[in-house]
C-alpha cells in the first residue's frame, strides 16, 4: 500500500477458532474499508486469503491505487 496508507489486520485466537479484522483506508479517511471473517485456526492462511479478496472486491483496490497515484507526484 506504500507510507502513507492506513491498513491493517489483527488475528484473535479464541475457543479454537480465529477471528480476523482487516482494514484499508484512504489517508483522508473516506473512503475505508473495515471487515472481518472468522474460522478455524488450521484454516487461517485461506481466511486471510479470502478477506484479501473481499477488500478488494469491495474497492480495497480503488482506494490503492488512488494512493500509490498520489505517492508518486509528492
Do not use: K, W
Not at 30 to 38: F, G, V, Y
Amino acid at each position: 500500500g506504500g507510507c502513507i496508507v492506513p491498513v491493517g489486520a489483527r488475528a484473535r485466537v479464541a475457543q479454537g477458532g480465529v477471528e480476523l479484522h482487516a482494514y484499508v483506508g484512504h489517508p483522508s479517511g473516506r473512503p475505508h474499508l473495515l471487515m472481518n471473517a472468522a474460522g478455524t485456526v488450521t484454516g487461517a492462511e485461506e481466511l486471510g486469503r479470502g478477506l484479501a479478496a473481499v477488500l478488494l472486491a469491495h474497492g480495497a483496490r480503488e482506494i490503492l491505487d488512488e494512493v500509490r497515484s498520489m505517492e508518486r507526484f509528492q
